[in-house]
């Protein structure tokens, strides 16, 4: 199973030297994992306390490398979010 969007997974293989910011959702409290993502060669942004989550930015290979991890729930483009 695929924890990046097909579409987004594409980019990510076309341009794997491109640093990317991304949303990675985890499985359960992304604290235990921050350190795992910063080994990853990633650069931890923010961690989400209402969702198990974590705003990261890493290049297109490392990103892709780091959705074969098991806690990795999935990975998403950060895109800004407004209130209506």
């Known amino acids: 199973m695929s924890h990046i969007a097909s579409d987004f997974r594409a980019v990510l293989e076309a341009e794997p030297h491109k ?3 991304v949303i990675v ?3 359960d409290s992304p604290t235990a ?5 910063k080994a990853s060669g990633l650069t931890v942004h923010h961690v989400y306390k209402l969702m198990s989550g974590m705003a990261v930015s890493g290049r ?3 990103l892709l490398r ?3 991890a098991p806690w990795v729930e999935s990975i998403e483009p ?3 979010v407004r209130a209506l």
Do not use: I
Request: glycine share 4%; net charge neutral.
């Open 66 to 68: 780091l959705s074969q």
């Open 25 to 27: 959702r985890t499985v």
């Open 78 to 80: 950060d895109k800004t």
């Open 33 to 37: 994992y921050v350190d795992q993502a």
């Open 60 to 62: 297109g290979e490392s």
């Open 19 to 21: 640093t990317f910011r």
